[in-house]
């Protein structure tokens, strides 16, 4: 062999160890890291909640993140973040993945999806019995006032099923539920997980109504879209299997416990799996 086919050959192997090493994939990636970063929300119970004198985060979002690190065998990583920079930080690298997102067309076009965590249903919030039963047709009505929190996935609702009602639009969703409680709206339009813990913390607001036809959306894992598919493949699996069995049910209903809320606070025939 000559010089030549032998610098050829060198130079093949070290192509080959180069793109070996280049083609480490995500799961490589974390576990080298040792830990898996989500972005979590103070105060956003039940998904997060920081215990301010342990420093300890709970909530179901960290139980279901926690077995997916326990799955990769790595520690979990929370880092402080809002539901307004969740996406940022999944497009920045800054984390993994985010739990609780709902997956709009809008964010499809930043961050990837996994296949469903669990489903939220939309539901109103009010103390008004003449709301109750009512279709999201026949509360499309002018003489009904709507609160919600603005650029929210229910906000998208009220645009889509409610244009002729008048909707009051509010930055927060603390604003939004004060507007209920003081009477400057009929109801909050909002999730089914919000409003059963909305109806709990604030009795006066009343209780969950689920208009007709319901309207469910489903909630996924947000993940980057440069993470191999393998990775993609992998938080798809795990949330299919653990939704399907009810791992992400009982994670969700065990969150609600401290709130007194049980499955049987559920309107019949709901659930979380879909």
Do not use: H
């Amino acid at each position: 062999m000559n010089f030549f086919a032998k610098l050829c050959g060198v130079a093949a192997m070290a192509l080959s160890i180069g793109a070996s090493a280049a083609s480490a994939g995500t799961i490589e990636d974390i576990r080298a890291r040792g830990v898996l970063r989500i972005p979590a929300i103070l105060n956003e119970v039940p998904y997060f909640n920081k215990d301010p004198r342990t420093g300890e985060w709970q909530g179901f979002v960290i139980d279901m993140a926690s077995d997916i690190a326990k799955t990769l065998d790595v520690k979990l990583e929370i880092v402080e973040s809002s539901w307004a920079n969740a996406i940022l930080d999944v497009q920045s690298g800054k984390v993994d993945m985010a739990f609780a997102v709902t997956a709009t067309p809008v964010r499809a076009m930043s961050v990837s999806f996994s296949d469903p965590t669990y489903y939220n249903s939309f539901i109103i919030v009010s103390a008004k019995d003449e709301l109750t039963g009512k279709t999201w047709s026949e509360l499309n009505d002018p003489k009904y006032t709507f609160a919600v929190d603005m650029g929210s996935a229910q906000d998208l609702i009220t645009q889509q099923y409610l244009p002729k009602a008048n909707i009051l639009r509010f930055k927060t969703r603390d604003e939004a539920i004060i507007a209920v409680t003081t009477g400057k709206a009929d109801g909050l339009v909002n999730t089914m997980l919000n409003g059963l813990v909305i109806s709990k913390k604030a009795p006066n607001i009343g209780a969950v109504k689920v208009p007709t036809p319901v309207l469910s959306t489903p909630s996924v894992v947000a993940l980057n879209y440069g993470a191999d598919e393998t990775f993609k493949s992998f938080v798809s699996a795990w949330a299919e299997y653990n939704r399907r069995i009810g791992n992400n049910q009982t994670w969700i209903v065990k969150s609600l416990e401290p709130f007194g809320i049980t499955l049987t606070d559920m309107p019949v025939g709901f659930g979380f799996g879909g």
